[in-house]
């Protein structure tokens, strides 16, 4: 009867270890906003300047608080 391998030992002395499990981050709606600020600044592009400077706001804002959600998810 053959002795029995501890296959986690045998990993773990390799260098390999069980990953951890990945976590998803919660639903957020910044992504929609930041691409509604993108949209107002290239329409501004064509139009006015206040439709840049609004799509500019927007896109900082969405931007931030994305940044902050991620930051503070974990």
């Not at 390799?14 to 910044?30: F, H, S």
């Not at 609004?54 to 969405?62: N, S, T």
Request: charge should be negative; aromatic fraction near 10%; avoid cysteine.
């Amino acid at each position: 009867m053959p002795p029995e391998i501890d296959h986690n030992a045998a990993k773990a002395a390799q260098g390999w270890i069980e990953p951890k499990p990945a976590r998803v981050p919660a639903p957020t709606y910044q992504p929609a906003v930041m691409a509604l600020g993108i949209t107002f600044g290239a329409f501004g592009l064509v139009t006015s300047l206040a439709f840049s400077a609004v799509g500019l706001i927007l896109f900082v804002i969405a931007l931030s608080r994305w940044i902050g959600e991620l930051v503070h998810d974990e």
